[in-house]
């Protein structure tokens, strides 16, 4: 059988996404994977130096989603199969090229942890992500901004005379290109994955890429992977270096024996083939490898504890198996970001395919012997030498313009490269693909001024690289121009500067609340608590007042986001009237929601009605955007009782201190 790419669909129970949060993310959302200065002085130069190196202070200009909930229903997703007589792989193009399964025909097994449901949860940079498949994150430490949102996806000629699958993207939090080839030969075992970052600016960019993997966990499923060490990072925020395979007297290559969710990042020796496995108790599983630039290799497991149990249920249906995910990336551990020099790019080549071992070998006490046997049934099975000749022979084709259009993107690569003027061949980003968010854009690029707002309604997203913030600079000093003026210096670090620019703005606007948010926010960073509330208290009520007839999503997603801000900053400011004015404020449909809910019960506590409080916990609710490592549920309950924290609310991911 040739292989064939064909269109598919899926149908899948879903959350839909809801709308984008139309306030510009000013602070980033907690990302757990981050380490303080004096922890970095133990570690090894390169690393201190690459986690050091331009981490992200926001994910400007990306919009945060936030607006799931947990009710799903059937739902058909766009789906592209590439197939051979041993191998099929389906790839979602509308949810950043996620490859959802990949099934061996000969012997009727699923390589990867399929979830069965779409559930989102808050994991990624922005908020948005669901579990299982092969995704690709690149960006900054996390996962990625493009995890829920469309690629472009086509057919392109394969080295060997076939078809092959290229997906490809603007990456925005640090404008690069990238591109994924699946490649799948005529009776191959093996899908190969052709990856390529290119930076097409006059400066250095920091890169950030790893491939997550999610498998199966078991009882009996080990991670074998060439190393000896590993680099153990727990949700304390602490990396340390652990022998491997036993640290603590716990075999840590069985994900299920640990207690806490945690990460091991392989120390793999130079010069060792790239490679990691998951292999069941009958020593069959699946195996990554790679060619020597993606060096990193890694374990993440859920373990066995009641918080790590809790968000495996909370990311699937009730019933279904657990997951583990090995990974791939280009540093050492993933709290690193690696230098692209202008003009040049990174690019590697992946397989993906089924592997068994002898599993007397696999689970031996002897770790050297289990790896040993793993990395020999690899070389029998795909040789190192093969995955060299795959690269050498896909990197050519990397420039081949393709073919039928299977899936578009978004419309920003098509903006940055008529302003920037790239070539990026391989990579069309077709002008067709501009659309209602880029227009504001375009016209300020071509005509010089940004266009007046076509009536009452929350600003579009904010562009905030340097060339636009120059542009915005010499535009007309319009309120709305003065707001994403101050949006991209706030990102560029320039504080004072983003503060003057709104004031300036505010002091002309008909539309007021979209300013003073942002101030509100300056006020917070600037622990002015008090002057942060009233900010937010004037912004709702502008909001409020300037609500439309028949509202509409975006008007309110900006009440939700607003109101739950505005909360929040009148509690810490200790103003428990004013946030009351703030809920008597929301609709019904708001107030439901389980974040609400959680506000309301911290709002009871401060005005004393704890009985009121535990009744919230008790009649029973659930944060649908609970982000990763969040504890304020723990906190909450331990105001109220010393109860234990029933489980439907631990999400605990590391040990009580």
């Known amino acids: 059988m040739a292989t064939t790419v064909r269109r598919a669909v899926l149908t899948l129970p879903a959350a839909p996404l809801g709308p984008e949060n139309p306030l510009p993310a000013l602070r980033p959302l907690d990302e757990m994977h981050v380490v303080d200065d004096r922890d970095r002085a133990g570690l090894p130069r390169d690393m201190a130096r690459q986690i050091g190196y331009e981490p992200l202070a926001t994910v400007l200009p990306v919009r945060v989603l936030d607006g799931y909930g947990r009710r799903r229903a059937p739902t058909a997703l766009d789906a592209i199969v590439i ?60 996962h990625t901004t493009l995890s829920c949102a469309p690629v472009h996806a086509a057919r392109v000629p394969a080295p ?64 074998l992977a060439p190393a000896d060490e590993a680099w153990h990072f727990g949700y304390e925020r602490t990396l340390t270096r652990v022998p491997v395979p036993e640290s603590g007297h716990v075999d840590r290559t069985y994900p299920l024996r640990g207690d806490f969710p945690a990460d091991y990042f392989y120390e793999v020796p130079d010069g060792s083939r790239r490679w990691i496995a998951s292999l069941d108790e009958d020593g069959r599983g699946l195996v990554q490898t790679s060619t020597d630039l993606l060096r990193g290799r890694k374990l ?65 006490d002897d770790w050297a012997a289990a790896r040993a046997e793993t990395e020999r049934r690899l070389a029998e099975a795909l040789p190192r030498a093969d995955v060299d000749a795959a690269y050498a022979a896909w990197h050519p084709c990397a420039d081949t313009e393709p073919g039928e259009s299977l899936a578009t993107g978004s419309g920003w690569g098509a903006l940055e490269v008529r302003r920037g003027k790239h070539r990026l061949p391989g990579t069309p980003f077709a002008e067709s693909t501009l659309g209602e968010q880029q227009q504001p854009w375009l016209e300020l690029l071509e005509q010089g001024a940004f266009p007046a707002p076509r009536g009452p309604v929350p600003p579009g997203p904010s562009l905030v690289s340097a060339h636009w913030r120059d542009m915005l600079e010499t535009a007309s000093a319009e309120p709305l121009t003065e707001y994403h003026l101050g949006v991209a210096q706030w990102h560029a670090g320039d504080r004072a500067q983003a503060v003057r620019s709104w004031e300036r703005g505010l002091a002309l606007a008909t539309s007021r609340w979209p300013l003073l948010r942002c101030l509100a926010v300056a006020a917070e960073e600037g622990a002015q608590w008090d002057r942060a509330a009233e900010l937010y208290a004037e912004a709702f009520d502008g909001l409020c007042a300037e609500r439309p007839d028949g509202d509409g999503d975006a008007w309110m997603s900006a009440m939700a986001a607003l109101a739950r801000e505005a909360m929040e900053a009148l509690l810490t400011a200790g103003l428990p009237e004013a946030a009351r004015g703030v ?75």
């Open 83 to 142: 197939e051979n007589e041993r191998l099929r792989a389906t790839v979602l193009p509308g949810l950043g090229g996620r490859i959802h399964s990949l099934h061996h025909k000969p012997t009727g097994r699923e390589l990867l942890y399929t979830n069965p449901v779409l559930q989102p949860a808050d994991f990624a940079l922005n908020g948005a992500w669901f579990s299982g498949g092969i995704e690709w994150n690149i960006g900054a430490t996390g």
């Open 160 to 223: 060997d005379g076939g078809d092959m699958v290229r997906l490809w993207e603007w990456e925005r939090l640090r404008d690069l290109p990238f591109q994924v080839d699946l490649w799948l030969p005529e009776d191959s075992d093996f899908l190969h994955v052709g990856v390529r970052i290119r930076n097409p600016h006059e400066h250095t960019a920091p890169v950030y890429w790893w491939s997550n993997i999610a498998v199966p966990e078991g009882e009996r499923t080990r991670v």
């Open 300 to 364: 993440f497991l859920w373990g066995s504890g009641p918080g790590g149990r809790r968000w495996q249920e909370w990311l699937t249906e009730p019933g279904t198996v657990g997951y583990a995910e090995i990974q791939a990336g280009l540093a050492r551990t993933q709290l690193e970001h690696i230098p692209l020099a202008p003009g040049a790019e990174f690019s590697w080549l992946e397989s993906y395919g089924p592997l068994s071992a002898d599993p007397a070998a696999v689970h031996g």
């Open 583 to 657: 809920w008597n404020g929301l609709c019904t449909e708001h107030r439901q929601r389980g974040r609400f809910r959680l506000l309301e019960a911290r709002l009871l506590i401060v005005e004393g009605d704890r009985a009121a409080a535990r009744a919230v916990f008790d009649e029973g609710f659930e944060v649908a955007d609970l982000r990763e490592g969040a504890e304020i549920l723990d906190e909450v309950w331990a105001e109220l009782t010393d109860e234990p924290l029933p489980d439907r609310y631990n999400y605990r991911m590391r040990p009580r201190t």
